[in-house]
């Protein structure tokens, strides 16, 4: 019998937050192309994905989360993979400087996009099997160039990073896996609702490959990092931005 490929996905069961829309959504298909059992943790349901186990969650309640793994254990046994996608971004509204900002939008940008994290690896931590498991938190270029307009979602996307390497630290001896993708400027909903047309096609003309950078993009790297061949990667974060930002 030939050895399997390092690479393939078929079979395990990855749950997803923000799996609704944008990148999440892009993530949740590129999984379920490749034969994973995809469960999926958002406020909507994925549009037209059948074949995908929705829970409605808000990624802050600890009960939301504690039943979404309770019922996929149930269904599956166990949680090879958890992708965080789930953050506040779409919604924030227009531009604001550091004094612009109220205390109620960082803290609702903090506790969706950091502690949110936090909390669904807290959540599926009990049900990863013994060999171990991969977990993909989301970042975003934007924590290394502090782009203009959002401190409170950059600082975030910082703190994601922060989390994804202490968490990488404390469960390597677990056998689990902890990364993050960081992807520049996405032509998705979100980005063309939040900038103007001109602000997309500067982002694509400081990248080294002249292109918009699309979910798929994303979502292939993601799919690497949920596979067994990523297995001695950890602690990482990944840009995907076409050689925009250097590290």
């Known amino acids: 019998m030939a050895d399997r490929d390092p690479f393939a996905i078929a079979g395990n069961v990855i749950v997803v937050t923000g799996g609704a829309s944008g990148i999440g959504d892009e993530v949740v298909a590129d999984l379920v192309d490749a034969g994973a059992n995809v469960v999926v943790a ?10 995908v186990i929705y829970h409605h969650v808000d990624v802050t309640y600890e009960d939301a989360l504690a039943d979404l793994v309770k019922d996929t254990v149930g269904r599956f046994g166990q949680v090879d993979g958890l992708v965080n996608c789930a953050a506040m971004y779409k919604t924030l509204g227009a531009k604001k400087t550091l004094e612009e900002l109220t205390v109620h939008e960082w803290d609702d940008v903090l506790r969706i996009n950091v502690r949110g994290t936090w909390q669904a690896m807290k959540a599926i931590l009990p049900a990863v099997p013994p060999q171990g498991g991969r977990i ?16 409170h979602y950059i600082a975030s996307k910082a703190a994601v990073e922060g989390l994804t390497r202490a968490a990488a630290r404390e469960l390597g001896a677990r056998g689990i896996t902890v990364n993050a993708v960081a992807p520049g400027l996405v032509d998705d909903d979100a980005t063309n609702e939040l900038n103007d047309p001109d602000y997309v ?3 694509v003309n400081r990248r080294s490959i002249k292109r ?20 001695f990667i950890t602690g990482q974060v990944l840009i995907v931005d076409g050689g925009g930002v250097f590290v």
């Not at 958002?42 to 074949?51: E, F, K, N, V």
């Open 42 to 51: 958002d406020l909507a349901p994925p549009p037209g994905r059948p074949t």
């Open 201 to 203: 096609a500067q982002a």
């Open 136 to 151: 993909v938190n989301v970042s975003s270029t934007t924590a290394r160039t502090g782009t203009l307009g959002f401190p």
């Open 212 to 231: 918009t950078l699309l979910p798929a993009d994303v979502a292939s790297v993601v799919r690497f990092l949920c596979s067994g061949g990523s297995g």
